[in-house]
């Protein structure tokens, strides 16, 4: 089992930023990949960014390329985001997740692992 704790959500004005960040525990970290993932009330969870296991991969979504950056502290056993130049359409419950790898952890129903989400919410 891998125990997934996210924090750092928050309100932010459009335009701001705010870093989330993914504390692991339990089984290997720097075995899986990882990723997160963002929901809005109605609407399927939705791809934002994955890493490989060594950090030296990673992968967005098109909506946030250039803005949004992933990393990892294996050493921590944390995985980081970092979201710059926020847009209203960010605002949403934002989830982290374990997968075997960068591509599967692309996927929600490939994930094996879920956190519990942080709310982020981005005012105009």
């Known amino acids: 089992q891998v125990q997934l704790v996210e924090s750092g959500g928050g309100l932010v004005q459009a335009g701001g930023s705010l870093r989330l960040s993914c504390a692991a525990s339990?089984?290997?970290?720097?075995?899986?990949?990882m990723g997160w993932f963002r929901q809005v009330p109605g609407k399927e969870r939705e791809f934002v960014a994955a890493?490989?296991?060594?950090?030296?991969?990673?992968y967005y979504a098109n909506s946030v390329k250039g803005r949004f950056t992933i990393s990892r502290d294996n050493a921590k056993n944390t995985v980081y985001l970092q979201m710059n130049s926020l847009k209203p359409e960010d605002t949403a419950v934002y989830y982290c997740?374990?997968?075997?790898?960068?591509?599967?952890?692309?996927?929600?129903?490939?994930?094996?692992?879920w956190g519990q989400g942080t709310q982020v919410t981005v005012s105009s």
């Open positions: 997740a374990a997968g075997r790898t960068m591509l599967t952890t692309t996927v929600a129903e490939r994930c094996d692992y």
């Open positions: 339990g089984r290997t970290f720097n075995n899986y990949a």
């Open positions: 890493i490989s296991w060594s950090g030296g991969s990673t």
